[in-house]
C-alpha cells in the first residue's frame, strides 16, 4: 500500500520541497507503471475532463480545467489569446485632425479600443473588400471640437475650467449604422466598452473628424482582436498538515500562508490549526523557514487541475468562453477529435 501511494503521488502531485520541487515532469505514459492502464482513451478523458466556472466578473473570468494535461491547458490558453473572434477597429478615414496627435498614431490607438459588440451577429470581411456591408462592417464617428468657455474666471489656469472639450474620451464615439442595421439591430448598444479611455487632449481651435469602420478578426491576425487582456493558469494548490498543529504553532503556520488559506479553531480549549481554502495560497514556501513546522506540512499542485484566470478587455459571456474551449481540437496521429463533450459547471462567487 505505501509503494502505491507513492506511485500515485509521483503520478498525480508535484510537491514543493524546501530546496526543489519534485515530480515536474509528466510520466503516466503507456506502460510506465505495472498495474496502471494509461493508454489514451477518447470516453475515459471525455467523461474526466471538466470546465468548472469559479468567478464571472466585470472584467475578469475565472475557470477550473480539470483532467488535462499541461500542453493541453496551454493550447487553451492560446485558444482564448488567438482564436475567439471579436470587433475591432480596421479603417480609419481622417477628414479633419488638427491635434498634436499625428494621424497615424491616432488611428492606432483608436484600434486598441476594445469593442462591445457581439461578433457572432457578423460576418468576416472579405480580403480585398474596401466597401463595409451590414453584415461585416460596424461603424463609428468621432466627431469634436474645443473651444474656450467664455464663463471662466480670468485668473483660472485649469484646463477643465478654460476649455469644453479639450479632452477627447472613447465615450465621444458614436456608432453610425450602416446599411439596414437599424433594422437587423434594433436593441443593439454597440460602443466602447470603457467610457474613459482617453484618446486626445485638444486646444481652442483644435478637432477631430474621423470615421471608423469596425470588423471581425482574431487575435492571431492581430492583438487588437484578442477579447483577453491576459491569460494565464496555475496548478491547484494542495496542502496536507501531517499531524495536528496547535496553540502558538497554529498561529505561526497560519502566518505562513496566504490570508484565507490557514484557518484556527477553538477544539476544547486549544487553537487547532486547519486547511480552510488551499487555492488562495501563492506558494511563497514560507513555512520552510521555520524548524518546528516544516516537517509537518507537506505542500504540493494538483497534476492535471488547472486554475485559469482572463483579465478580459471586453465582455464575453462565460458560454461564450467555454464555448470556444470545447470547439478546439485535440490532435493525433489518427484524427481530430472535438470536445464537444465537456462538462461545464458554474459555482457561486463565494466558492473562492
Same mark, same amino acid.
Given at each position: 500500500?505505501?509503494?502505491?501511494?507513492?506511485?500515485?503521488?509521483?503520478?498525480?502531485?508535484?510537491?514543493?520541497?524546501?530546496?526543489?520541487?519534485?515530480?515536474?515532469?509528466?510520466?503516466?505514459?503507456?506502460?510506465?507503471?505495472?498495474?496502471?492502464?494509461?493508454?489514451?482513451?477518447?470516453?475515459?478523458?471525455?467523461?474526466?475532463?471538466?470546465?468548472?466556472?469559479?468567478?464571472?466578473?466585470?472584467?475578469?473570468?475565472?475557470?477550473?480545467?480539470?483532467?488535462?494535461?499541461?500542453?493541453?491547458?496551454?493550447?487553451?490558453?492560446?485558444?482564448?489569446?488567438?482564436?475567439?473572434?471579436?470587433?475591432?477597429?480596421?479603417?480609419?478615414?481622417?477628414?479633419?485632425?488638427?491635434?498634436?496627435?499625428?494621424?497615424?498614431?491616432?488611428?492606432?490607438?483608436?484600434?486598441?479600443?476594445?469593442?462591445?459588440?457581439?461578433?457572432?451577429?457578423?460576418?468576416?470581411?472579405?480580403?480585398?473588400?474596401?466597401?463595409?456591408?451590414?453584415?461585416?462592417?460596424?461603424?463609428?464617428?468621432?466627431?469634436?471640437?474645443?473651444?474656450?468657455?467664455?464663463?471662466?474666471?480670468?485668473?483660472?489656469?485649469?484646463?477643465?475650467?478654460?476649455?469644453?472639450?479639450?479632452?477627447?474620451?472613447?465615450?465621444?464615439?458614436?456608432?453610425?449604422?450602416?446599411?439596414?442595421?437599424?433594422?437587423?439591430?434594433?436593441?443593439?448598444?454597440? =460602443?466602447?466598452?470603457?467610457?474613459?479611455?482617453?484618446?486626445?487632449?485638444?486646444?481652442?481651435?483644435?478637432?477631430?473628424?474621423?470615421?471608423?469602420?469596425?470588423?471581425?478578426?482574431?487575435?492571431?491576425?492581430?492583438?487588437?482582436?484578442?477579447?483577453?487582456?491576459?491569460?494565464?493558469?496555475?496548478?491547484?494548490?494542495?496542502?496536507?498538515?501531517?499531524?495536528?498543529?496547535?496553540?502558538?504553532?497554529?498561529?505561526?503556520?497560519?502566518?505562513?500562508?496566504?490570508?484565507?488559506?490557514?484557518?484556527?479553531?477553538?477544539?476544547?480549549?486549544?487553537?487547532?490549526?486547519?486547511?480552510?481554502?488551499?487555492?488562495?495560497?501563492?506558494?511563497?514556501?514560507?513555512?520552510?523557514?521555520?524548524?518546528?513546522?516544516?516537517?509537518?506540512?507537506?505542500?504540493?499542485?494538483?497534476?492535471?487541475?488547472?486554475?485559469?484566470?482572463?483579465?478580459?478587455?471586453?465582455?464575453? =459571456?462565460?458560454?461564450?468562453?467555454?464555448?470556444?474551449?470545447?470547439?478546439?481540437?485535440?490532435?493525433?496521429?489518427?484524427?481530430?477529435?472535438?470536445?464537444?463533450?465537456?462538462?461545464?459547471?458554474?459555482?457561486?462567487?463565494?466558492?473562492?
Amino acid at each position: 500500500m505505501a509503494a502505491k501511494r507513492g506511485t500515485d503521488e509521483m503520478r498525480d502531485r508535484v510537491v514543493l520541497g524546501e530546496f526543489g520541487v519534485h515530480n515536474v515532469h509528466t510520466t503516466d505514459f503507456p506502460g510506465n507503471y505495472p498495474g496502471y492502464e494509461d493508454a489514451w482513451d477518447r470516453r475515459r478523458f471525455e467523461e474526466a475532463f471538466r470546465v468548472d466556472i469559479i468567478r464571472e466578473e466585470e472584467g475578469a473570468l475565472e475557470f477550473d480545467m480539470v483532467g488535462i494535461d499541461a500542453a493541453i491547458a496551454n493550447a487553451f490558453r492560446r485558444i482564448l489569446l488567438a482564436e475567439v473572434p471579436t470587433m475591432a477597429v480596421e479603417k480609419v478615414f481622417v477628414y479633419n485632425n488638427t491635434s498634436i496627435v499625428q494621424d497615424e498614431i491616432l488611428a492606432h490607438r483608436l484600434g486598441l479600443i476594445p469593442i462591445r459588440a457581439d461578433p457572432r451577429l457578423f460576418e468576416y470581411r472579405n480580403q480585398g473588400d474596401e466597401e463595409g456591408t451590414e453584415i461585416d462592417t460596424l461603424q463609428f464617428q468621432l466627431k469634436i471640437k474645443c473651444s474656450r468657455n467664455p464663463q471662466a474666471a480670468k485668473e483660472s489656469s485649469d484646463p477643465n475650467e478654460l476649455y469644453f472639450n479639450h479632452k477627447v474620451y472613447s465615450k465621444h464615439m458614436t456608432w453610425v449604422p450602416l446599411g439596414n442595421q437599424t433594422d437587423l439591430f434594433p436593441d443593439a448598444d454597440f =460602443r466602447p466598452v470603457h467610457d474613459d479611455i482617453l484618446i486626445a487632449l485638444l486646444r481652442p481651435g483644435q478637432e477631430i473628424d474621423v470615421l471608423m469602420h469596425c470588423v471581425k478578426g482574431i487575435g492571431k491576425d492581430h492583438a487588437k482582436f484578442s477579447p483577453v487582456a491576459t491569460a494565464s493558469y496555475r496548478l491547484l494548490p494542495d496542502i496536507t498538515l501531517l499531524q495536528p498543529i496547535e496553540d502558538e504553532a497554529a498561529e505561526m503556520l497560519q502566518k505562513c500562508f496566504s490570508p484565507g488559506v490557514i484557518e484556527i479553531q477553538n477544539i476544547k480549549g486549544k487553537k487547532v490549526a486547519r486547511v480552510a481554502n488551499a487555492r488562495l495560497d501563492t506558494f511563497s514556501r514560507e513555512v520552510f523557514r521555520h524548524e518546528g513546522l516544516k516537517n509537518l506540512v507537506r505542500l504540493a499542485r494538483v497534476r492535471n487541475h488547472y486554475i485559469c484566470l482572463c483579465s478580459q478587455s471586453w465582455q464575453p =459571456r462565460c458560454s461564450d468562453i467555454c464555448l470556444s474551449l470545447q470547439r478546439a481540437r485535440v490532435s493525433s496521429e489518427t484524427a481530430t477529435i472535438p470536445l464537444l463533450s465537456a462538462s461545464v459547471k458554474y459555482f457561486p462567487a463565494h466558492c473562492m
